[in-house]
């Protein structure tokens, strides 16, 4: 046997007994992940149907409800969108510390966007059980707030994205009127055409 041959199979030996060591850490890390999973939801829904009619009952009842999580849902998505949190240089040379607070700052509005949407469908009657059991039946005033947190997240949504499309609009044409006035002053030309 070769020298070349023996450190092959020296390798693969090594390969071999790291394989199965390996293997086992995987096999853990997707059962932990699938109970921490299970666990989250579960408990979240839990806490949900808990929490809801207490809220149902507070002034407003169900349609005001639905009202503040639309509102949350879009201050959510406002943050959640790229370029909320960008930096104030203009090279985009930032230190890691601040593009991590910016990442942990789009993953709390994006939680904070999604959050509402689970609370209010975990409020109703469940599928594939019995409705008369705790876990699976309707929480009374879901429906209307349901109703109106998509009302809301859809018209004030939609007054948002067409008064930004107008600011945008209106910001570019400030700057085709700047750079026509540059050029007819002779500023904006190259300076080739300038020869």
């Not at 039946?137 to 349901?146: D, E, M, N, Q």
């Amino acid at each position: 046997m070769t020298e070349r041959e023996r450190l092959r199979d020296a390798a693969t030996d090594r390969d071999r007994r790291f394989r199965v060591p390996d293997g086992v850490g995987l096999v853990l890390f997707v059962a932990v992940g699938a109970a921490v999973l299970v666990g989250v939801f579960g408990g979240s829904r839990w806490a949900a149907r808990e929490t809801a009619p207490v809220l149902y009952d507070l002034p407003g009842g169900p349609w005001g409800i639905g009202v503040a999580l639309g509102l949350v849902t879009l201050l959510g998505w406002g943050g959640a969108l790229p370029g909320s949190f960008e930096s104030s240089t203009a090279n985009g040379s930032g230190r890691a510390s601040g593009t991590v607070l910016r990442r942990v700052a789009r993953g709390a509005c994006t939680a904070a966007a999604v959050t509402p949407v689970f609370f209010l469908i975990s409020g109703l009657q469940g599928r594939n059980c019995r409705s008369y059991e705790a876990g699976c039946a309707y929480v009374p005033g879901t429906g209307p707030a349901l109703f109106v947190y998509v009302g809301v997240v859809a018209v004030v949504g939609w007054f948002t994205y067409r008064r930004r499309r107008a600011v945008l609009e209106e910001r570019r044409a400030r700057e085709r009127e700047r750079l026509r006035k540059l050029r007819g002053k002779g500023k904006g030309k190259s300076r080739a055409t300038a020869r």
